[in-house]
């Protein structure tokens, strides 16, 4: 099984900076990769899939970029509202995994 | 709209089991595969299983033998049932919709249910 591993644990900034999280697979995974946010008490919501691609409804702010084993989710200028836990995921080899998480925290 | 709505979790005893249910509506439930996807709590995600819109079915090596996942397309109704439970099945369980692309259905997750929680203690 692939291997997502997300860092930083946490990442403490303030509203307005740019927030710059990163995924590396333990082998490639080509471009099949997804990045989620979670907020306390809600279920994930599917941000960027397939490295780069916003879902329906998300913000230009987010971007994703990357292919192989390192992934990197970027928010350009964070709003109250980004603070949250982010996942990434991947969907090239079974099963599909996910990352342990960022904390997105304000400073 | 999209909606998932989760039920069925709870306490059981170890060894005990539980059925859990997401009842969908506001899309063609019978062409989609539908997930079950788990969070312990303070932890991160873990797919637990997938039930595809021809009842091809997968499931965790966590879970395998233990976990039977069903659909019924009439119901609009995804089911887990969930026998010999141990303490380490203990999570949020969220059931979660395959994204299409282009008309192929890919593993990444683009609507969730909120939820249910089942606690396996004794």
């Known amino acids: 099984e692939i291997v997502l591993t997300q860092s930083p644990a946490t990442l403490s900034l303030s509203p307005g900076e740019r927030a710059t999280l990163s995924c590396r697979a333990s082998?490639?995974?080509?471009?099949?990769l997804a990045w989620y946010q979670q907020k306390p008490g809600q279920a994930p919501r599917l941000l960027i899939y397939d490295a780069s691609n916003r879902a329906t409804g998300i913000p230009a702010r987010f971007s994703g970029s990357g292919s192989g084993t390192d992934f990197t989710l970027t928010i350009s200028s964070l709003e109250p509202e980004d603070f949250a836990v982010y996942y990434c995921q991947h969907r090239s080899h079974w099963p599909p995994t996910f990352g342990g998480g960022t904390r997105v925290e304000i400073k | 709209e999209v909606q998932l709505v989760e039920s069925g979790g709870g306490l059981v005893k170890p060894g005990g089991s539980l059925r859990l249910s997401c009842e969908d509506s506001g899309f063609s439930f019978s062409d989609y595969t539908m997930n079950w996807v788990r969070q312990a709590p303070g932890k991160g995600l873990e797919w637990v299983s997938s039930?595809?819109?021809?009842?091809?079915?997968y499931y965790a090596d966590s879970v395998k033998g233990r976990f039977t996942i069903s659909r019924d397309n009439a119901k609009n109704s995804l089911y887990l049932q969930m026998n010999s439970l141990r303490a380490e099945d203990t999570a949020v369980y969220y059931c979660a919709r395959n994204l299409v692309l282009q008309g192929v259905s890919v593993y990444f997750f683009d609507f969730w249910g909120q939820g249910t929680l089942v606690t396996v203690s004794s």
């Open positions: 082998q490639s995974v080509s471009d099949y």
């Open positions: 039930i595809t819109n021809y009842d091809y079915i």
